[in-house]
Nanobody, 117 residues
């Protein structure tokens, strides 16, 4: 059974940084594209960033481009999201997700990120 466990969330002041981690188990992690999503209170879940199975291709939402960096370590079955220059509007629960084929079929439980102004 695929399990994804996020960590690294917390409270940070605007302009600060956080690094989220997502540890995967129960799957051949190196074969899965991975993504980060977030959901703010009262809003729908939105795409943040994605990385291909090899790490050779990445994609970002316009709202985080230039501030966030997604990366992965297939030897550690872990995907990361480095978040710099954080803004209050980045406050949300952040989820990692695994895409074995076309869809993101597996999701973590989420980690809260709160950015104070």
């Amino acid at each position: 059974q695929v399990q994804l466990v996020e960590s690294g969330g917390g409270l940070v002041q605007a302009g600060g940084s956080l690094r989220l981690s997502c540890a995967a188990s129960g799957c051949t992690f190196s074969r899965y594209d991975m993504g980060w999503f977030r959901q703010a209170p009262g809003k729908e879940r939105e795409f943040v960033a994605a990385i291909s199975w090899s790490g050779g291709s990445t994609a970002y939402a316009d709202s985080v481009k230039g501030r966030f960096t997604i990366s992965r370590d297939n030897a550690k079955n872990t995907v990361y999201l480095q978040m710099n220059s954080l803004k209050p509007e980045d406050t949300a629960v952040y989820y990692c997700a695994a895409k074995p084929a076309i869809l993101y079929d597996y999701w973590g439980q989420g980690t809260q990120v709160t950015v104070s102004s």
